[in-house]
C-alpha cells in the first residue's frame, strides 16, 4: 500500500510564500510523476503543477512564474514553492502521484492540506 502524506499548509499574506510538500511512502518500486492539485468549495479540482520522473515541469497558466515545482527521487517527495501568492491561491492543496508497487501501477492521492491566503 502507498501513502501520500502533505504537509506545509497555512495562512499567509497576499505577496507570501509557502512551501508544500508531499511525501509517498510503502511498497514503492518506482515513481512515475508527483502531481499538486487544488480545490475550492463548489469547484472542480484543478491541476496546478505536474513534476514527471525525468524532470518534465508542467503548469497551470495562473501560477506560472510564482510557484515551483521540484521532486526529490531518493525520498520520493515532491515540492510546491508558492511564491507571490494571491487571495485566489486559497484553496485545500491534494498531492496526486502514479506510482509502481509490487501489485502493478496505480493513483495516489493525499489527504490534502489547507492554503488560505488573506491579510
Known amino acids: 500500500q502507498v501513502q501520500l502524506v502533505e504537509s506545509g499548509g497555512g495562512l499567509v499574506q497576499p505577496g507570501g510564500s509557502l512551501r508544500l510538500s508531499c511525501a509517498a511512502s510503502?511498497?514503492?518500486?518506482?515513481?512515475?510523476?508527483m502531481d499538486w492539485y487544488r480545490q475550492t468549495p463548489g469547484k472542480q479540482r484543478e491541476l496546478v503543477a505536474t513534476v514527471t520522473s525525468g524532470g518534465t515541469t508542467n503548469y497551470v497558466d495562473s501560477v506560472k512564474g510564482r510557484f515551483t515545482v521540484s521532486g526529490d527521487d531518493a525520498k520520493n517527495t515532491v515540492y510546491l514553492q508558492m511564491n507571490s501568492v494571491n487571495l485566489e491561491d486559497t484553496a485545500v492543496y491534494y498531492c496526486?502521484?502514479?506510482?509502481?508497487?509490487?501489485?502493478?501501477?496505480?493513483?495516489?492521492w493525499g489527504q490534502g492540506t489547507q492554503v488560505t491566503v488573506s491579510s
Open positions: 496526486y502521484a502514479e506510482i509502481m508497487t509490487i501489485r502493478g501501477r496505480g493513483a495516489y
Open positions: 510503502g511498497n514503492i518500486v518506482r515513481v512515475y510523476r
